[in-house]
Nanobody
Framework: QVQLVESGGGLVQPGGSLRLSCTAS????????MGWYRQAPGKQRELVAL???????NYVDSVKGRFTISRDNAKNTVYLQMNSLKPEDTAVYYC????????????????WGQGTQVTVSS
């Protein structure tokens, strides 16, 4: 059983910063790609940032230069540092990890966090 737990969301003023964290626990053999998605009311869930097992990163254009994704493999944790936040960044943010458990290794399965609300408003 694998569980992803997120933290770090909240209310922040425009121009402010937040740091999201997501930690995986359970029976884990390896973790491949890690990512953050977001879903605003009435919109589809979109990929915000991705980091591969080789530490290659990719960002949606709207957050480039403002958000930074990183990972700590020893802690099975992915972070999203969000700076210069804008009202349009308001959404529920979900972490996603492709995890290989002993039962399916070397194959991996996508797991999701429960979501954390980020609200950017004055």
């Amino acid at each position: 059983q694998v569980q992803l737990v997120e933290s770090g969301g909240g209310l922040v003023q425009p121009g402010g910063s937040l740091r999201l964290s997501c930690t995986a626990s359970g029976s884990i053999s390896s973790i491949n790609a890690m990512g953050w998605y977001r879903q605003a009311p009435g919109k589809q869930r979109e990929l915000v940032a991705l980091i591969t097992s080789a530490d290659r990163t990719n960002y949606v254009d709207s957050v480039k230069g403002r958000f930074t994704i990183s990972r700590d493999n020893a802690k099975n944790t992915v972070y999203l540092q969000m700076n210069s936040l804008k009202p349009e960044d308001t959404a529920v943010y979900y972490c996603n990890m492709r995890i290989a458990t002993p039962q399916v290794y070397p194959e991996s399965v996508a797991y999701w966090g429960q979501g954390t609300q980020v609200t950017v408003s004055s």
